[in-house]
T-cell receptor, first 112, second 115 residues
């Protein structure tokens, strides 16, 4: 069975500081990995995805994530956060059929 | 371009009442369709998956059902709502052709509160 763990429920970061969100997954084969962002009352927007190849993936809005097979992790990073990055972030794992398993999410608060 | 429409945006229903949420996709054909639910404080859980008209896979046992009467229409239903059915429901679609399948696209969601 596939599953995702996001250990941090809530993270507060100062504007301009760096951000790292943790994601650990369990999957029986080579996974498809995703990070989505959800603003209040909105649907999900894809930030980035990993299927294969280079383990460091660049996404939209200045985000990047690194796939580490040995650690079963796919952590999301941003060097300098903006107030508009305040949102809920979801890590997900699945396959080409997009039957995804999501983590419980990490809420990011940005303070001025 | 492809778009996904989901309605209503919010819904408050009494326990025991029926439910019908509709999702339609435009600008593509033969999509895979999905219903996800996000309960309070939890991540999204896949409820139903469909690869074609009348082909529905239920991923978790529950009080809900889904139907796909047309290629780009996906409906989530219940005959009698329970309090535990409250949550944020998201419809999604992806391209059927695996070679072209790059991501799943999500609708804006429906916030359902059962009272």
């Amino acid at each position: 069975a596939q599953s995702v763990t996001q250990p941090d429920i809530h993270i507060t970061v100062s504007e301009g500081a760096s951000l790292e969100l943790r994601c650990n997954y369990s999957y029986g084969a080579t996974p498809y990995l995703f990070w989505y962002v959800q603003s209040p009352g909105q649907g999900l927007q894809l930030l980035l995805k990993y299927f294969s190849g280079d383990t460091l993936v660049q996404g939209i809005k200045g985000f990047e994530a690194e796939f580490k097979r040995s650690q079963s992790s796919f952590n999301l990073r941003k060097p300098s956060v903006h107030w508009s990055d305040a949102a809920e972030y979801f890590c997900a794992v699945g396959a080409y059929d997009y039957k995804l398993s999501f983590g419980a999410g990490t809420t990011v608060t940005v303070r001025a | 371009s492809q778009t996904i429409h989901q309605w209503p945006a919010t819904l408050v229903q009494p326990v025991g009442s029926p439910l019908s949420l509709e999702c339609t996709v435009e600008g593509t054909s033969n999509p895979n369709l999905y219903w996800y639910r996000q309960a309070a404080g939890r991540g999204l859980q896949l409820l139903f998956y469909s690869v074609g008209i009348g082909q529905i896979s239920s991923e978790v046992p529950q009080n809900l059902s889904a139907s796909r009467p047309q290629d780009r229409q996906f409906i989530l239903s219940s005959k009698k709502l329970l309090l535990s059915d409250s949550g944020f429901y998201l419809c999604a679609w992806s391209v059927r052709d695996r070679a072209l399948n790059t991501e799943a696209f999500f609708g804006q969601g429906t916030r359902l509160t059962v009272v």
